[in-house]
């Protein structure tokens, strides 16, 4: 069934077929965004695309911040932007609200929360044959995606999406194709991680002999940001108080990092590059973000410098991530 509907649906079509072609399509986001500015051109009593109807999905309401705004609007943009640059309509793109600094700080995990957690994930029900395929699946698949999560430092996407051949269980290395910003990256498994995903592999081949996807979802597809974010909070719940997502799993990642610097003195520089690479960050500044995080890390910085905090490190934008 097309996803679109409105008149605009075979240009749609062939934009999302471009984007995917060129490596760059980020379906958890463009694509929700894509669909409901397709349904909001159905109201109009026109075949041709006007600049009332651009301008009118782009305005900024009342309550959205600028990030969300640019967030919900960025793919429209961009079609615009193609659809101009094959003659397919003279309608302007809009302006993109201005970026705003991001103030969120990630929740700072503690030993009991996450060992709490992670009893969670292992003790979800024992499934027998008379559980359904996806119930079954899940009591598998639950302890190894979040603890891939914990240990590596990749992002939630990343996780779904993993293909099967993107992880190599001899080597113990896994390919990120589809990442934040479409830049390809290697993560390095730890031993533990890479003997739990191979008893993992060996499991879930028997449910899904065929799969395309490291994680398996019915339907021969990945699980959706939905599934992350629905047991997360579920398991999250059942033995902490306070609140968290899946996603912050990264962050923690990163700090834990960045701690074990504190104490063998000031040579950062290729231990911040690994830790950057392996996070498939485009820019050391968008590691840098998470020494403000990292408790003495600005009296470390300026007693083996001799410079302050800020002068060393320039205000970067809070990284968002994708889900």
Same mark, same amino acid.
């Given at each position: 069934?097309?996803?679109?509907?409105?008149?605009?649906?075979?240009?749609?079509?062939?934009?999302? %077929?471009?984007?995917?072609?060129?490596?760059? /399509?980020?379906?958890?986001?463009? =694509?929700?965004?894509?669909?409901? %500015?397709?349904? #909001?051109?159905?109201?109009?009593?026109?075949?041709?695309?006007?600049?009332?109807?651009?301008?009118? /999905?782009?305005?900024?309401?009342?309550?959205?911040?600028?990030?969300?705004?640019?967030?919900?609007?960025?793919?429209?943009?961009? %079609?615009?932007?193609?659809?101009?640059?094959?003659?397919?309509?003279?309608?302007?793109?809009?302006?993109?609200?201005?970026?705003?600094?991001?103030?969120?700080? @990630?929740?700072?995990?503690?030993?009991? =929360?996450?060992?709490?957690?992670?009893?969670?994930?292992?003790?979800?029900?024992?499934?027998?044959?008379?559980?359904?395929?996806?119930?079954?699946?899940?009591?598998?698949?639950? @302890?190894?995606?979040?603890?891939?999560?914990?240990?590596? !430092?990749?992002?939630?996407? =990343?996780?779904?999406?993993?293909?099967? =051949?993107?992880?190599?269980?001899?080597?113990?290395?896994?390919?990120?194709?589809?990442?934040? !910003?479409?830049?390809?990256?290697?993560?390095?498994?730890? *031993?533990?991680?890479? $003997?739990?995903?191979?008893?993992?592999?060996?499991?879930?081949?028997?449910? #899904?002999?065929?799969?395309?996807?490291?994680?398996?979802?019915?339907?021969?597809? %990945?699980?959706?940001?939905?599934?992350?974010?629905?047991?997360?909070?579920?398991?999250?719940?059942?033995?902490?108080?306070?609140?968290?997502?899946?996603?912050?799993?990264?962050?923690?990642?990163?700090?834990?990092?960045?701690?074990? /610097?504190?104490?063998? !003195?000031?040579?950062?520089?290729?231990?911040?590059? #690994?830790?950057?690479?392996?996070? !498939?960050?485009?820019?050391?500044?968008?590691?840098?973000?998470? #020494?403000?995080?990292?408790?003495?890390?600005?009296?470390?910085?300026?007693?083996?410098?001799?410079?302050?905090?800020?002068?060393?490190?320039? $205000?970067? *934008?809070?990284?968002?991530?994708?889900?």
């Amino acid at each position: 069934m097309n996803k679109f509907t409105s008149f605009l649906a075979p240009l749609m079509q062939a934009y999302v %077929f471009y984007r995917k072609a060129s490596g760059y /399509w980020n379906e958890a986001s463009y =694509e929700p965004n894509l669909v409901l %500015f397709d349904r #909001y051109c159905k109201k109009y009593p026109t075949e041709f695309l006007s600049q009332e109807m651009v301008d009118g /999905w782009c305005q900024k309401r009342d309550t959205e911040t600028n990030n969300s705004c640019r967030s919900r609007i960025y793919v429209v943009v961009s %079609f615009i932007r193609h659809l101009r640059a094959r003659g397919k309509t003279d309608v302007m793109e809009p302006d993109i609200p201005r970026k705003e600094r991001r103030t969120y700080i @990630p929740h700072s995990f503690t030993d009991i =929360e996450l060992k709490n957690f992670f009893h969670a994930c292992d003790s979800l029900y024992s499934p027998t044959v008379a559980f359904s395929l996806e119930q079954r699946s899940r009591k598998l698949t639950i @302890p190894v995606f979040f603890r891939l999560l914990y240990s590596s !430092g990749i992002r939630t996407t =990343e996780a779904r999406m993993l293909r099967v =051949e993107d992880v190599d269980l001899c080597h113990g290395i896994i390919d990120i194709l589809y990442s934040k !910003g479409h830049a390809q990256h290697y993560i390095t498994l730890h *031993d533990s991680m890479l $003997e739990l995903l191979k008893i993992y592999d060996a499991a879930i081949r028997k449910l #899904y002999p065929h799969r395309a996807y490291f994680f398996p979802a019915r339907g021969n597809t %990945f699980h959706t940001r939905k599934w992350v974010q629905k047991n997360f909070r579920e398991l999250w719940n059942k033995n902490n108080s306070s609140h968290a997502t899946a996603y912050e799993l990264r962050h923690h990642y990163a700090i834990e990092n960045i701690n074990r /610097w504190t104490d063998e !003195g000031f040579g950062f520089d290729a231990k911040l590059l #690994y830790l950057s690479k392996s996070m !498939g960050h485009s820019t050391l500044e968008s590691t840098k973000y998470y #020494y403000s995080l990292v408790p003495r890390m600005a009296d470390i910085l300026e007693e083996k410098t001799g410079m302050d905090f800020e002068s060393i490190l320039p $205000e970067v *934008d809070y990284e968002k991530s994708n889900e």
